[in-house]
């Protein structure tokens, strides 16, 4: 009598980001950009990036972020108009699946000291938090410029003194990756919104 033969099959693959809550703003630390890029396709989500390297000043940020994310010609380039693009009209578009955000070196320089820093930062929380309300997962990841210290004075990228900088730096997993390596799928280039009305 002949037994079948089995042969063993692997254990199910474990979700990415399983272990991150769905709608969260959080240093990069713990992920790559790799890693992460790589969750946006397993998942479906729309993945954005943003290198603010070079940027010095809140002007500089939001400027770059509505380029990287082609935000649409309108955007008003200040943090309410952030935080409406991120959340109503790519709602109002369709459904959505998900997004992975990732911010990689926030500036420290005196014209984007700690205070405009969180500025910034509450506006991703208040987006993944209106996301959050719809059931849709928004995770956005971030680090901050490297900054150099001497003695007790940090000391920004432009060489100004910054007062109030007492969050330690997450130098560890600063990784500088093309933007033309990565593969977005902005929800805000032209495309979308044309199929969208």
């Given amino acids: 009598m002949n037994h ?12 990415p980001l399983k272990r991150v809550k769905a709608n969260i703003v959080q240093s990069i630390r713990a992920h790559s950009l790799e890693e992460l890029q790589l969750a946006s396709t397993q998942l479906g989500h729309h993945f954005l990036y943003a290198n603010l390297g070079a940027a010095q000043s809140k002007q500089d940020v939001l400027d770059t ?3 990287e994310f ?11 108009a952030l935080y409406d693009c991120l959340t109503d009209p790519i709602y109002k578009s369709g459904p959505q699946t998900g997004f992975i955000v990732v911010l990689e ?10 205070e405009t820093r969180e500025q910034l930062l509450d ?5 993944a ?12 990841f971030y680090s901050f410029a490297v900054a150099r210290t001497a003695g007790d004075i940090t000391v920004g990228k ?11 730096m ?15 799928s902005s929800p805000f280039n032209a495309g979308y919104w044309l199929a969208a009305s």
């Fill in 4 to 15: 079948p033969t089995t042969t063993p099959q692997e254990p199910p693959k474990e979700l």
């Fill in 65 to 67: 972020i509505a380029a």
């Fill in 70 to 80: 082609t935000f649409p010609a309108h955007f008003g380039k200040n943090l309410d």
């Fill in 105 to 114: 070196h926030i500036p420290v320089t005196s014209k984007f000291d700690k």
């Fill in 123 to 127: 506006i991703f929380r208040d987006a």
């Fill in 129 to 140: 938090d209106y996301w959050h309300d719809r059931k849709i997962p928004f995770r956005c």
């Fill in 158 to 168: 432009d060489g100004q003194e910054l007062e109030g900088f007492d969050e330690p």
């Fill in 170 to 184: 997450p130098t560890d997993k600063l990784v500088d990756v093309s933007p033309l390596a990565l593969r977005m």
